[in-house]
């Protein structure tokens, strides 16, 4: 059975910072692109940010650019998502997916271009 599992969210304060985490359960992670997503109450399930399967490729919402990274460590079937200077307005549930044919060079953002999806952890920013 296929399963994501993230991890690593929390409480943390304006400015600071979380590492996300997401695990692979029954398959391996090495051919799939992955995408972190987050949904705000009330608000439609946005791209964050994704990576290729060879983590040669890597997209990022403009929200974000400059403040997260993603990055994959396939011998661990493992990709995070380090988030830095957050905001409040980062405040969300955020979600990975996996896909065996997104393409990431060309996009990757979109919730539409991913199969599998995690159950979500929540991060509040919040002073």
């Known amino acids: 059975q296929l399963q994501l599992v993230e991890s690593g969210g929390g409480l943390v304060q304006p400015g600071g910072s979380l590492r996300l985490s997401c695990a692979a359960s029954?398959?391996?992670?090495?051919?799939?692109?992955i995408g972190w997503f987050r949904q705000a109450p009330g608000k439609e399930r946005e791209g964050v940010s994704c990576i290729s399967s060879s983590g040669d490729s890597t997209n990022y919402a403009d929200s974000v650019k400059g403040r997260f990274t993603i990055s994959r460590d396939n011998a661990k079937n493992t990709v995070y998502l380090q988030m830095n200077s957050l905001k409040p307005e980062d405040t969300a549930v955020y979600y990975c997916?996996?896909?065996?044919?997104?393409?990431?060079?060309?996009?990757?953002?979109?919730?539409?271009?991913?199969?599998?999806w995690g159950q979500g952890t929540q991060v509040t920013v919040s002073s």
């Open positions: 029954g398959f391996t992670l090495d051919r799939y692109a």
């Open positions: 997916a996996a896909d065996l044919y997104t393409i990431v060079a060309i996009g990757g953002l979109g919730p539409y271009e991913y199969e599998y």
